[in-house]
């Protein structure tokens, strides 16, 4: 595998030098998907959040920005991605507001549940069972919870469709293969948002 491929295959799991590279990249380049993703929050009301596959923990700090009574528990199942979540968020970590925990999804049993909102940032495409995973993420919800993904790609676009090929244990979803595994897992309610003029896409769904 060459140099180019083992830089982008640690979307996965960030380790090492290239690792951090990525965090790196990853907090810069998802900065306004996470931030549209978001506007489809306006009514959602949380007191305590978890941001599950958090990377370099950018979109955790923008949840506690947009939520400032909320705490929040941030998720991770690198070290390396652990390592920088704490360290960009130490402020809030000492004010006791926010943890960083290492873990992973597909047994999620996080302190501090239930949640009353679950967000997941470009990552569900690494999720171990989707469906397992998502009723993982129901369990440590409250009733009446929320959970949001936000993905770069719809599952339709050919560039979404590259990447799952060149980046391996990558799985791209459709919004019919999310809502599916959602209502599955447990939600009752599933809404699903196109960007419009990109391949994002938003998902919102509740307990």
């Known amino acids: 595998m060459g140099l180019f491929n083992k830089f982008f295959n640690m979307t996965r799991k ?102 009353d909102l679950a967000t997941a940032f470009e990552t569900v495409y690494f999720w171990p069972g989707i469906e397992k995973c998502f009723s993982r993420v129901a369990e440590n919800l409250s009733d009446g919870g929320y959970f949001l993904i936000v993905n770069e790609t719809d599952g339709t676009d050919p560039v979404g469709r590259k990447w799952e090929k060149k980046i391996d244990g990558m799985t791209v979803y459709t919004k019919e293969e999310l809502t599916e595994a959602l209502k599955n897992a447990g939600f009752s309610e599933v809404k699903c948002f196109n960007h419009g003029k990109l391949p994002w896409l938003a998902v919102l769904a509740e307990k």
């Open 14 to 115: 960030p380790e090492g030098f290239l690792g951090k590279m990525m965090v790196n990249t990853m907090n810069k380049g998802h900065g306004a998907m996470s931030d549209w993703g978001m506007e489809y929050l306006d009514g959602v009301k949380a007191t305590n959040i978890c941001e599950l596959g958090c990377g370099g923990g950018k979109s955790a700090a923008k949840l506690m920005k947009r939520y400032p009574e909320a705490k929040l528990t941030a998720v991770d199942y690198s070290p390396v991605s652990v390592k920088a979540a704490t360290e960009l968020n130490a402020a809030e970590i000492n004010a006791g507001r926010c943890t960083v925990l290492q873990g992973d999804v597909s047994e999620l049993d996080l302190p501090g549940k239930p949640f």
